[in-house]
């Protein structure tokens, strides 16, 4: 087995993955160990550019494949610290975790959840309410 790096792979399927990468020989055959690979988009946002990562297998909760190198178009050894950063900030991060049930996940005010469609409803009549005794 060779040294782990971080590497950008894209692969014959077009797909362009990011993940710590340790090269193997297997009876002559090349082959590469991917941990934790994930994808990564660039969005442009009106705030600027966002960086939209997702793991590579969602379904799988296997932390390592394997590649044959006759499935991989190029790739490029990347030692970019804010790439690396988000790679580890990503499989690190406990929101990420697959320890919820499919369905049953937690909404918190990072997704946009501030409140019930009851206290919603309240607090905007209310502000429509102090509107209309302005306008008087």
């Known amino acids: 087995m060779g040294d782990e790096f971080y590497a950008i792979i894209k ?9 710590l990468v340790c090269p193997d020989e ?5 082959l ?6 994930i994808t990564m988009k660039m969005l442009e ?6 960086i939209k990562v997702k793991s590579w297998m969602e379904l ?11 499935k991989i178009i190029t790739m490029t050894e990347t030692k970019d610290k804010r790439i690396i950063e988000i790679y580890n ?4 991060d406990e929101e990420y975790s697959t320890e919820e049930p499919i369905g ?22 209310n502000i429509f309410n102090l509107e209309d005794t302005k306008e008087s």
């Open 32 to 37: 590469l160990i991917l941990q934790n690979p």
């Open 104 to 125: 049953k996940i937690k909404l918190s005010k990072k997704m946009g959840y501030l409140s019930t469609v009851e206290e919603a409803r309240k607090t905007l009549e």
């Open 60 to 70: 799988s909760d296997d932390d390592f494949f394997i590649i044959r190198q006759d």
């Open 89 to 92: 900030s990503y499989i690190e």
């Open 26 to 30: 297997n009876n002559g055959d090349s």
């Open 45 to 50: 946002t009106p705030h600027g550019i966002r």
């Open 11 to 19: 692969l014959v399927s077009g797909e362009e993955i990011l993940s």
